[in-house]
């Protein structure tokens, strides 16, 4: 049964614990299992369902019903009206194995998706009749009561009962990287999902242990809502999907224009017989439509995802591929993405000195420098109580990497895991000092104080050690270590403390404080008591170090005229540090907040957005807005995330990317991209690789158009030569080269690497197509052009090697099929040469490496041995009506790919001194 909507989780916040008892018929006992499986059956399974997806079936015939694929079922059908038996049942096989290859590759990408996939923990703790059960979390129900410990995902939006030191990390709903204190004192907090007593499904605790009652679970949870929406969301059609279409109907219309023109001229000019005329008519529409696109589009796009699944990228959907080239603006996040999500400790500021400290990340790969010399625990009083109070003061454990290129695992908070490692790179054992100086108890962070405290044994005494945030923490100290004497705090010493944070804080750097006081032996001790009269330290400064790649990711993506806008839930300060560090913005750039961006109109937000911008403390959802707005303006966005608050602004994006490692499924599931590693350089390379298979798309193209021409120009002799020039090439023999010769080289395009400065170049327009003049004077104006006239003069001179006069030419036996296989043979020979030339477009073939795209030397390879196969394989040659060639006609073809390669290398020289000049 499905879910019933009860009330949002944050209206139970302020209500006393007894009255939500009530409401939810439950109790500090917990539910009975006959009263939970009775809620199971009326509310359903704590489940996020997935959108309804299309049956297989479905996304099946999806594959031969685009616009291209319809046209190939048609011109088989052209063909088969036409004579044409053998040309119609090739054209419908390699529609359908298209169609059944699309089909395939896009169920592999959603199968690895799938296996992605990690939705809410599998087990939870539950109180049920007054028992703890371990139970499996879909079977929870509202009214359980439940525990959470520091490592466990929430299961269902819940209200706590009691809680000791909880922190939880709301990133998959705030976007926030810093956990949130959690209490069962309500107060209200900032913003959405900031009640303190209320914890939601998907985030996850940090530290401490907690019990709750379940609220909502599945889809009535807040992570539930959000994902509804997403699934409710219409898929976009694809640019490139857009761009087939188009060239689909330029084809169509080409070819019908074609098609009349010739008809016309069959009655008019030949005085052909009107069905004669229309039979030749729908042949030479049948020769300009190009049979091998579609399956070269496919293939090369295919080419296109597993290279980016080598680089970390992993696209679900074949035309994604090629949207990515089209990209003028990434909303990226910051934390994980354009940083390490590991926070590093890199200075520590005491008042006798400041520190410089080495290294990125939760390993130890660094040190601690006083002056030119690594610091090593024991050296300085000062330093090591410092160092004492961060690892003691501390709940957390880094677990190092099993294996090299993993990353270490933190069971707590990315801020003590960050002391620790700090304690690390000083050989402080802690293990043997936690033992030394064991604790005696603790009053755990809350949002408050904004402070922890321990009391540990030091020298058979009871010691307060206390860290937290500067502003606490230095109006509750009296006392200053100074040099390893105590002596009073000053007034010029607050300045000091206070001048250095600042500092820090204004390149974007985070403060921690230490502080300790000696206190009386005593069984317990209160808070208050305890937390007054502090000697303060010193300082730990922190940051999540950019990533060392994104440098040039950045720099990269400026060449290429791609935008970036950092949209993260971090403070203005850090967001603003981080962007001008990295080269996103310069320091000019506006910074505006989640609460600004509430209160702009639209027309302020348009015009925000045409200059330097940064968003901070920023929802996830208020990302849909930005992404929304950014396309009305024309630009086409690729939009990071993690969140399940992401998942809408990923749906809506022309490309959403989700994180692999970080992201919840909501968001995978939303998203066309999913980044295995996290990183915003695999962005930047995707987009790189997008931008090189629609290069690779029109080189096919061209490469495909070319052989158009000659295949035609034969049949234009035969019309206007009233029939007296035998067809000098056969339908079968066309269909050689459409789907035979032409495919490997055409393919081996598909694979080109990128051409050299294809980055320094900004985004396509988005009038741009496919098929545009360049392309159509190059393929039938040149390329194909002299092809065709070196495949007619093959034709009749192999006629007059044979003895037959242009008055007489040979129209069947042995001498017309040796003439018309050196017709077919001319124009592979001249797409030898065509597939080498389009392998760039202004660049020298001999500057890339005239062999270093193996697949189109295998190509030719493949072409040359299949020619001579249907040459001297008798069976062949009776369906393919060929014959042998004699060594002067090799001469001739030999003669040809060598010329046309140096005339294109001249044409491009010319090109490249005049963009120059």
């Given at each position: 049964?499905?879910?019933?909507?009860?009330?949002?989780?944050?209206?139970?916040?302020?209500?006393?614990?007894?009255?939500?008892?009530?409401?939810?018929?439950?109790?500090?006992?917990?539910?009975?299992?006959?009263?939970?499986?009775?809620?199971?059956?009326?509310?359903?399974?704590?489940?996020?369902?997935?959108?309804?997806?299309?049956?297989?079936?479905?996304?099946?015939?999806?594959?031969?019903?685009?616009?291209?694929?319809?046209?190939?079922?048609?011109?088989?059908?052209?063909?088969?009206?036409?004579?044409?038996?053998?040309?119609?049942?090739?054209?419908?096989?390699?529609?359908?194995?298209?169609?059944?290859?699309?089909?395939?590759?896009?169920?592999?990408?959603?199968?690895?998706?799938?296996?992605?996939?990690?939705?809410?923990?599998?087990?939870?703790?539950?109180?049920?009749?007054?028992?703890?059960?371990?139970?499996?979390?879909?079977?929870?129900?509202?009214?359980?009561?439940?525990?959470?410990?520091?490592?466990?995902?929430?299961?269902?939006?819940?209200?706590?009962?009691?809680?000791?030191?909880?922190?939880?990390?709301?990133?998959?709903?705030?976007?926030?990287?810093?956990?949130?204190?959690?209490?069962?004192?309500?107060?209200?907090?900032?913003?959405?999902?900031?009640?303190?007593?209320?914890?939601?499904?998907?985030?996850?605790?940090?530290?401490?242990?907690?019990?709750?009652?379940?609220?909502?679970?599945?889809?009535?949870?807040?992570?539930?809502?959000?994902?509804?929406?997403?699934?409710?969301?219409?898929?976009?059609?694809?640019?490139?999907?857009?761009?087939?279409?188009?060239?689909?109907?330029?084809?169509?219309?080409?070819?019908?224009?074609?098609?009349?023109?010739?008809?016309?001229?069959?009655?008019?000019?030949?005085?052909?017989?009107?069905?004669?005329?229309?039979?030749?008519?729908?042949?030479?529409?049948?020769?300009?439509?190009?049979?091998?696109?579609?399956?070269?589009?496919?293939?090369?796009?295919?080419?296109?995802?597993?290279?980016?699944?080598?680089?970390?990228?992993?696209?679900?959907?074949?035309?994604?591929?090629?949207?990515?080239?089209?990209?003028?603006?990434?909303?990226?996040?910051?934390?994980?993405?354009?940083?390490?999500?590991?926070?590093?400790?890199?200075?520590?500021?005491?008042?006798?000195?400041?520190?410089?400290?080495?290294?990125?990340?939760?390993?130890?790969?660094?040190?601690?420098?006083?002056?030119?010399?690594?610091?090593?625990?024991?050296?300085?009083?000062?330093?090591?109580?410092?160092?004492?109070?961060?690892?003691?003061?501390?709940?957390?454990?880094?677990?190092?990497?099993?294996?090299?290129?993993?990353?270490?695992?933190?069971?707590?908070?990315?801020?003590?895991?960050?002391?620790?490692?700090?304690?690390?790179?000083?050989?402080?054992?802690?293990?043997?000092?936690?033992?030394?100086?064991?604790?005696?108890?603790?009053?755990?962070?809350?949002?408050?104080?904004?402070?922890?405290?321990?009391?540990?044994?030091?020298?058979?005494?009871?010691?307060?050690?206390?860290?937290?945030?500067?502003?606490?923490?230095?109006?509750?100290?009296?006392?200053?270590?100074?040099?390893?004497?105590?002596?009073?705090?000053?007034?010029?010493?607050?300045?000091?403390?206070?001048?250095?944070?600042?500092?820090?804080?204004?390149?974007?750097?985070?403060?921690?404080?230490?502080?300790?006081?000696?206190?009386?032996?005593?069984?317990?001790?209160?808070?208050?008591?305890?937390?007054?009269?502090?000697?303060?330290?010193?300082?730990?400064?922190?940051?999540?170090?950019?990533?060392?790649?994104?440098?040039?990711?950045?720099?990269?993506?400026?060449?290429?005229?791609?935008?970036?806008?950092?949209?993260?839930?971090?403070?203005?300060?850090?967001?603003?540090?981080?962007?001008?560090?990295?080269?996103?913005?310069?320091?000019?750039?506006?910074?505006?907040?989640?609460?600004?961006?509430?209160?702009?109109?639209?027309?302020?937000?348009?015009?925000?957005?045409?200059?330097?911008?940064?968003?901070?403390?920023?929802?996830?959802?208020?990302?849909?807005?930005?992404?929304?707005?950014?396309?009305?303006?024309?630009e086409i966005v690729a939009s990071t995330g993690d969140g399940v608050n992401d998942a809408p602004a990923l749906k809506k994006a022309d490309i959403g990317v989700a994180m692999g490692m970080t992201g919840t499924d909501v968001a995978k599931d939303a998203a066309d991209m999913i980044l295995t590693d996290d990183n915003f350089a695999s962005i930047v390379a995707a987009i790189e690789e997008g931008r090189t298979v629609y290069s690779n798309i029109q080189k096919f193209l061209l490469y495909i158009l070319n052989s158009n021409l000659p295949?035609?120009?034969?049949?234009?002799?035969?019309?206007?030569?009233?029939?007296?020039?035998?067809?000098?090439?056969?339908?079968?023999?066309?269909?050689?080269?459409?789907?035979?010769?032409?495919?490997?080289?055409?393919?081996?395009?598909?694979?080109?690497?990128?051409?050299?400065?294809?980055?320094?170049?900004?985004?396509?327009?988005?009038?741009?197509?496919?098929?545009?003049?360049?392309?159509?004077?190059?393929?039938?104006?040149?390329?194909?052009?002299?092809?065709?006239?070196?495949?007619?003069?093959?034709?009749?001179?192999?006629?007059?090697?044979?003895?037959?006069?242009?008055?007489?030419?040979?129209?069947?036996?042995?001498?017309?099929?040796?003439?018309?296989?050196?017709?077919?043979?001319?124009?592979?020979?001249?797409?030898?040469?065509?597939?080498?030339?389009?392998?760039?477009?202004?660049?020298?073939?001999?500057?890339?490496?005239?062999?270093?795209?193996?697949?189109?030397?295998?190509?030719?390879?493949?072409?040359?041995?299949?020619?001579?196969?249907?040459?001297?394989?008798?069976?062949?040659?009776?369906?393919?009506?060929?014959?042998?060639?004699?060594?002067?006609?090799?001469?001739?073809?030999?003669?040809?790919?060598?010329?046309?390669?140096?005339?294109?290398?001249?044409?491009?020289?010319?090109?490249?001194?005049?963009?120059?000049?």
């Amino acid at each position: 049964m499905g879910q019933q909507k009860i009330k949002a989780a944050g209206e139970y916040a302020n209500v006393p614990i007894e009255q939500v008892y009530q409401q939810f018929k439950t109790s500090a006992a917990g539910l009975s299992n006959q009263e939970a499986a009775k809620r199971l059956t009326t509310y359903g399974q704590n489940t996020i369902q997935r959108g309804q997806r299309q049956s297989q079936f479905k996304l099946f015939i999806k594959n031969f019903t685009s616009l291209m694929a319809i046209l190939l079922w048609v011109s088989g059908i052209i063909a088969l009206f036409a004579g044409m038996l053998e040309l119609a049942i090739a054209i419908w096989a390699v529609n359908l194995i298209n169609g059944i290859f699309s089909f395939w590759q896009e169920h592999a990408a959603q199968k690895a998706t799938d296996s992605l996939r990690q939705m809410l923990p599998a087990y939870t703790q539950v109180l049920r009749d007054g028992q703890q059960q371990r139970l499996d979390a879909v079977d929870l129900v509202p009214g359980d009561i439940f525990t959470i410990q520091a490592g466990n995902s929430v299961c269902a939006d819940a209200r706590l009962i009691f809680a000791t030191g909880l922190q939880v990390d709301e990133s998959a709903l705030t976007g926030e990287s810093v956990p949130e204190s959690k209490t069962v004192a309500y107060h209200p907090g900032d913003g959405k999902f900031a009640e303190t007593n209320i914890i939601y499904a998907g985030t996850m605790a940090a530290s401490g242990n907690a019990q709750a009652i379940a609220l909502n679970t599945g889809m009535t949870t807040e992570f539930g809502q959000i994902a509804q929406l997403t699934q409710n969301q219409r898929d976009n059609v694809s640019p490139l999907q857009k761009e087939l279409n188009h060239l689909t109907q330029q084809i169509s219309l080409l070819a019908i224009l074609i098609g009349v023109l010739f008809f016309l001229l069959a009655i008019f000019f030949v005085h052909y017989p009107i069905v004669k005329s229309f039979i030749f008519a729908l042949g030479m529409i049948v020769a300009f439509i190009p049979e091998g696109l579609l399956p070269t589009v496919t293939l090369s796009l295919a080419q296109g995802v597993q290279r980016m699944a080598k680089k970390h990228a992993l696209v679900k959907d074949l035309s994604s591929v090629e949207t990515l080239g089209e990209t003028t603006v990434i909303c990226s996040d910051k934390t994980g993405t354009l940083t390490q999500n590991q926070m590093t400790v890199n200075h520590i500021w005491l008042p006798s000195g400041e520190y410089e400290v080495t290294g990125q990340g939760y390993v130890n790969n660094g040190q601690i420098n006083i002056g030119q010399q690594a610091y090593t625990f024991g050296q300085l009083h000062d330093l090591d109580l410092l160092l004492q109070i961060s690892v003691l003061n501390n709940n957390t454990t880094v677990k190092a990497p099993e294996n090299s290129g993993q990353q270490a695992k933190i069971l707590g908070t990315p801020t003590e895991a960050a002391l620790i490692i700090l304690a690390e790179k000083a050989q402080l054992d802690r293990p043997a000092l936690q033992a030394k100086l064991p604790r005696q108890q603790e009053f755990p962070f809350d949002s408050e104080r904004k402070r922890m405290t321990t009391i540990q044994t030091v020298d058979q005494q009871p010691v307060a050690y206390v860290k937290g945030a500067l502003d606490g923490l230095l109006a509750i100290s009296t006392t200053i270590l100074d040099n390893g004497q105590v002596r009073p705090l000053t007034d010029q010493d607050r300045q000091q403390i206070l001048a250095a944070d600042k500092r820090y804080a204004a390149a974007g750097l985070r403060s921690l404080a230490m502080a300790y006081r000696q206190l009386r032996p005593q069984t317990t001790w209160v808070q208050a008591d305890v937390e007054q009269q502090l000697t303060f330290v010193g300082l730990t400064i922190m940051a999540d170090p950019p990533r060392p790649e994104i440098y040039a990711a950045v720099a990269k993506c400026h060449a290429a005229n791609i935008r970036i806008i950092m949209v993260t839930g971090d403070s203005a300060l850090t967001a603003k540090s981080i962007a001008c560090k990295i080269g996103i913005t310069s320091d000019q750039a506006r910074v505006v907040t989640g609460d600004e961006l509430t209160n702009m109109t639209d027309a302020d937000l348009k015009a925000a957005l045409s200059d330097e911008l940064i968003f901070a403390r920023v929802a996830p959802e208020q990302k849909y807005r930005v992404v929304t707005m950014l396309q009305s303006m024309g630009e086409i966005v690729a939009s990071t995330g993690d969140g399940v608050n992401d998942a809408p602004a990923l749906k809506k994006a022309d490309i959403g990317v989700a994180m692999g490692m970080t992201g919840t499924d909501v968001a995978k599931d939303a998203a066309d991209m999913i980044l295995t590693d996290d990183n915003f350089a695999s962005i930047v390379a995707a987009i790189e690789e997008g931008r090189t298979v629609y290069s690779n798309i029109q080189k096919f193209l061209l490469y495909i158009l070319n052989s158009n021409l000659p295949e035609a120009a034969p049949s234009v002799v035969f019309l206007f030569s009233r029939g007296l020039v035998p067809l000098p090439l056969t339908v079968m023999q066309i269909l050689t080269v459409d789907l035979g010769t032409d495919m490997l080289p055409a393919l081996g395009l598909g694979a080109e690497k990128s051409e050299p400065g294809i980055m320094a170049q900004p985004p396509r327009s988005h009038n741009a197509h496919l098929l545009n003049r360049r392309i159509l004077l190059k393929a039938f104006g040149w390329y194909g052009l002299i092809a065709a006239i070196l495949s007619t003069i093959g034709y009749f001179l192999t006629n007059r090697v044979n003895g037959w006069t242009m008055a007489n030419l040979a129209t069947g036996g042995f001498d017309y099929r040796q003439a018309t296989t050196m017709t077919l043979a001319t124009i592979i020979f001249c797409q030898i040469a065509a597939a080498l030339n389009c392998r760039t477009q202004r660049s020298s073939v001999f500057r890339i490496g005239i062999f270093s795209n193996r697949k189109i030397i295998g190509g030719i390879i493949f072409e040359v041995l299949l020619l001579l196969a249907l040459m001297y394989l008798p069976e062949l040659q009776i369906i393919f009506n060929t014959a042998p060639l004699r060594g002067g006609e090799w001469l001739y073809l030999l003669a040809i790919p060598i010329p046309l390669l140096l005339i294109e290398e001249a044409r491009k020289y010319w090109l490249r001194r005049r963009s120059t000049h």
